[in-house]
């Protein structure tokens, strides 16, 4: 017989209502084409800003031909967990790719594939720091305040203890770790790279400076750089900092990569630590053999000519939307990477904006707490390689007429 007590249901039923009195209300959009700069959404025609799909490779012929040759060749699934019986040769490759063309800032570097960035970050923060008798009890972990919820959710189900920095701030984490010098075990920076909901970037190279002088890993989430950022497109990390023991690299494969996945790279001896110990790699069914695959067709397109060229082009459309933002009566967030938000302010507000934007057919998101803090609801502008011009100018031409009329 099905439960349906009402005070079991009176707390949630309250608790949405609550989230719509507020404009927090989310709600799924559903694609009925392949991820690209114009698809076809809830069967309407639109020009999409919403995707993390920067080198514009979801629905790249290639990787479409890769995953149909990967699941040929290994099935549909992995059939299990990477430790019993589903880590496949697909999955050992891109492994050994991954670290061959984004470890050079490791010694020793190998790298360990997982199925979601989110368990990456898990799997990273819940493991580097649970070692000793007390099982991590007394890891300290000093974190940026802008941090990605995978690493805030890491950090929490650690066992260590949280130090909260103000954000991109290294002399206020400087002070930090000097006051705790006597304290506690192992020590971790963590940080995003690009910034999820910002767009700006972590001073990695003073991030590392801290933790090579106080004894500490530097853990660099790179979910929105790898791909975009760094000579081919090897990471924030190829490009701002020097090779270093303490660095632990998380990337993630859904966005610029166009596929699934993600990956940490680190030096062996840590990734052996997580093969043995990570809880998020161990108990759980391996990712199909066949993504693996087509994850090792799109390092070759990223770092090939002709991920160059989409870089550079990617990098002309955020120059020009830059521009654009700025004669809004918004305020644009200053940042140089493909996540370009506007603050607008109130929640309501946000929504109309883009519910306004949807009218002109452009799908451009509204973030809202508890995403970004109270206050700063933002439309995030996300660009592609995949889109043109000729998309920025048809989003310029909406933004300016709503900017005068809302
Ligand atoms: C900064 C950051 N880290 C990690 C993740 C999680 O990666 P995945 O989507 O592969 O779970 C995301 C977004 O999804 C992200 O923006």
Redesign the pocket.
């Known amino acids: 017989m099905s439960d349906t007590s009402p005070a079991l249901f009176e707390p949630l039923k309250q608790g949405l209502a609550d989230i719509e009195r507020n404009g927090l209300r989310r709600r799924r959009r559903i694609a009925d084409s392949a991820c690209a700069a114009h698809m076809t959404v809830d069967g309407r025609e639109i020009i999409g800003f919403a995707s993390n799909d920067y080198l514009g490779l979801a629905a790249h012929e290639t990787l479409r031909e890769a995953l149909a040759e990967g699941a040929q060749k290994y099935g549909a699934g992995s059939g299990g967990s990477h430790l019993l019986g589903g880590h496949s040769r697909a999955h050992a490759k891109l492994e050994d790719d991954l670290a061959a063309f984004s470890g050079g800032f490791v010694d020793q570097p190998r790298a360990l594939y997982f199925s979601?960035?989110?368990m990456a970050?898990l799997a990273t923060l819940t493991t580097l720091g649970a070692v000793g008798p007390s099982g991590g009890r007394d890891t300290l972990m000093f974190c940026d305040a802008l941090n990605?919820a995978?690493l805030i959710d890491g950090a929490r189900l650690s066992r260590a203890q949280i130090r909260v920095y103000p954000h991109a701030d290294a002399e206020a984490l400087d002070a930090l770790l000097e006051a705790s010098a006597n304290e506690g075990g192992t020590k971790i920076i963590v940080t995003?790279s690009v910034f999820?909901m910002d767009g700006d970037i972590a001073p990695l190279g003073s991030l590392l400076e801290l933790a090579e002088r106080h004894g500490a890993w530097l853990v660099v989430?790179d979910?929105?750089g790898f791909g975009v950022l760094g000579p081919q497109g090897r990471g924030a990390l190829a490009e701002a900092a020097s090779r270093s023991p303490h660095l632990v690299y998380v990337g993630?494969l859904?966005k610029a990569a166009g596929v699934?996945g993600?990956f940490v790279i680190a030096h062996e001896t840590v990734i052996e630590w997580f093969v043995q110990r990570a809880r998020p790699y161990i108990f759980t069914t391996a990712s199909a053999p066949a993504v693996a695959h087509a994850v090792s067709a799109s390092l070759q397109i990223i770092g090939s000519g002709e991920g160059d060229a989409r870089r550079a082009h990617l990098a002309t459309l955020i120059d020009s939307t830059r521009a654009m933002l700025k004669r809004t009566r918004w305020s644009p967030v200053d940042s140089h990477t493909a996540v370009q938000p506007l603050i607008i302010g109130g929640n309501e507000e946000t929504l109309r904006l883009a519910a306004a934007l949807d009218e002109y057919r452009m799908w451009v998101p509204a973030i809202r707490p508890p995403t970004v803090p109270a206050g700063t609801s933002r439309l995030r502008i996300s660009l592609s390689a995949a889109h043109s011009h000729d998309d920025l100018a048809k989003l310029d031409n909406a933004l300016q007429t709503l900017s005068n009329r809302l």
Do not use: E, F, L, Q
Request: charged share 15%.
């Open positions: 979601t960035g989110y970050n990605h995978s995003d999820s989430d979910a929105h993630t859904g699934s993600a």
